[in-house]
């Protein structure tokens, strides 16, 4: 996913990937950032895809970024649950610059300490509403919050995420 302005070299991953690390001069540089999500098991996998591809655009269109995206099926053979479709979700670090069609001199400082948890907020919320609609469209009655469990007014903790090695021991 890219800005329609975008080269068309950097809209190969291999291209792409190979570019960014050359666009920076420190050996320490961030060259993207990450993140997983998890679909809500009431889509099936065209749903899944058209959730993704929406919210890859809306991270292009507001960013000015390259979104490198892929959905990943359960890891049913070590025991993790059937239902865990999940994305990884990768972006350039540097925007896209709209007259050179390559990467801005300067970095997208959205995504800086001092603003990422204003960021990061914005994504989960614009997440979970895209998830809502998704699962409007399924006729699913579920629907998603990204409100912490504190935030909603509820006296749970949150479960621990085990991982692959121990939900295999059990």
């Not at 400082?109 to 001092?114: D, G, L, W, Y």
Request: hydrophobic residues 30%; aromatic residues 8%.
């Amino acid at each position: 996913y890219a800005p329609i302005y975008t080269k068309p070299s950097l809209t190969n991953r291999q291209t792409l990937w190979n570019a960014v690390e050359k666009a920076e001069r420190r050996k320490d540089a961030t060259l993207a950032r990450e993140f997983e999500i998890a679909f809500p098991h009431e889509l099936n996998q065209r749903q899944r895809e058209q959730l993704l591809d929406e919210l890859c655009s809306q991270i292009v269109n507001r960013h000015s970024v390259v979104v490198d995206a892929v959905i990943h099926a359960p890891h049913t053979r070590g025991g993790s649950d059937e239902r865990n479709y999940h994305a990884h979700i990768m972006f350039t670090s540097r925007h896209i610059d709209q007259d050179t069609g390559g990467f801005s001199s300067k970095k997208n400082r959205e995504f800086n300490k001092e603003q990422s948890a204003e960021t990061i907020k914005q994504w989960r919320s614009d997440f979970a509403d895209l998830c809502n609609k998704y699962l409007e469209q399924a006729n699913s009655l579920e629907r998603v919050d990204h409100r912490s469990n504190a935030d909603r007014g509820i006296d749970l903790e949150a479960t621990w995420h085990e991982g692959v090695a121990v939900t295999a021991m059990k």
